[in-house]
């Protein structure tokens, strides 16, 4: 079983190489930097893409100025990357036949999470890009898009052919999506403390730490924390699996290098072999 993760150039210093067989997608982390109060300069990125093999390269794009996107986008394939641009939900769908045109094969549907569209108009949106990718033969990735999604949004999911996601972080927020078996579940690790047990019981891994606290007392170095994401990631993993098997996308874990060190690599892995659906059954 292989990992599926996002890299960003916005932390850069994090990358290192995943285990043989790993899927790889890159990220400028433009919006991080800005946020930081920081620039990316599209040669330094385009530069970096090209130093690393990976399954997709998002181009650097500036959310709500579609046009700087584009630019950006065909500046960088002028550098020799094959970036994927992308579209923010408010900017015309029309802007999918332009990118078509320019010859983008890829699209980045990014803004789907967001305080200035309601859920309705965002899916609504999307759907509306989706078509229009669709009829141009374009690949289309979809940035933040969490599992799990409500009934009524899988359809909206199964269209992408690939999304990343920062839901397996969730521990944190004494929340996280195991998978079942069957589906992908959050649990809240303080409700649902002794079904979250009683799943992990048959995983290979001791989760005992992550579930056994003692009030008062801290969680050293984190480990209860890491335990949590280790099941979360291997989730997200083996519904990224079942999805796959129903022609939905692939989910690539975001944050995954500044969160785990190489040596926990082989612990995800592991877990992922044994809860993942079997390729008959999935």
Same mark, same amino acid.
């Given at each position: 079983m292989t990992l599926s993760v996002l890299a960003s150039f916005a932390f850069a210093d994090q990358y290192r190489p995943l285990p043989p067989g790993s899927h790889?997608?890159?990220?400028?982390?433009?919006?991080s930097?800005?946020?930081?109060g920081g620039t990316i300069e599209v040669a330094d990125l385009a530069a970096w893409y090209l130093s690393i093999p990976a399954d997709?390269?998002?181009a650097l794009?500036?959310?709500?100025?579609?046009?700087?996107?584009?630019?950006?986008?065909?500046?960088?394939?002028?550098l020799g990357a094959d970036v994927t641009p992308a579209v923010h939900a408010g900017t015309p769908p029309a802007e999918v036949d332009r990118l078509a045109a320019d010859g983008f094969t890829t699209l980045a549907l990014g803004g789907l999470v967001n305080r200035r569209n309601s859920r309705a108009d965002a899916?609504?949106?999307?759907?509306?890009?989706l078509d229009r990718a669709d009829a141009c033969g374009m690949s289309v990735h979809g940035f933040g898009i969490t599992?799990?999604?409500?009934?009524?949004? %899988? &359809?909206? /999911? *199964? #269209?992408?052919?690939?999304?990343?996601?920062?839901?397996?972080?969730?521990?944190?927020?004494r929340a996280t999506p195991l998978w079942d078996g069957r589906r992908?579940?959050?649990?809240?690790?303080?409700?649902?403390?002794?079904? %979250? &047990?009683? /799943? *992990? #019981?048959s995983w290979p891994l001791d989760f005992t730490p992550a579930l056994t606290r003692q009030r008062g007392t801290s969680d050293p170095g984190g480990e209860r924390l890491r335990l949590l994401q280790v099941a979360g990631a291997a989730s997200l993993l083996a519904y990224?699996?079942?999805?796959?098997?129903?022609?939905?996308?692939?989910?690539?874990?975001?944050?995954?290098?500044?969160?785990?060190?190489?040596?926990?690599?082989?612990?995800?892995?592991?877990?992922?072999?044994?809860?993942?659906?079997?390729?008959?059954?999935?």
């Open positions: 790889l997608m890159l990220d400028s982390g433009g919006f930097v800005w946020s930081k997709r390269y998002a794009d500036v959310i709500y100025d579609p046009q700087a996107s584009r630019a950006n986008a065909l500046a960088m394939r002028d899916d609504a949106w999307a759907h509306a890009c599992p799990p999604v409500t009934p009524s949004r %899988i &359809a909206l /999911l *199964l #269209r992408f052919d690939s999304v990343d996601s920062t839901s397996w972080l969730l521990g944190r927020y992908l579940v959050n649990f809240s690790i303080n409700r649902d403390r002794l079904a %979250i &047990a009683a /799943l *992990l #019981r990224s699996r079942w999805l796959q098997a129903r022609g939905g996308p692939r989910i690539y874990l975001a944050s995954y290098l500044g969160t785990f060190p190489a040596a926990w690599d082989a612990k995800i892995t592991t877990v992922l072999d044994a809860i993942a659906p079997q390729p008959e059954a999935a």
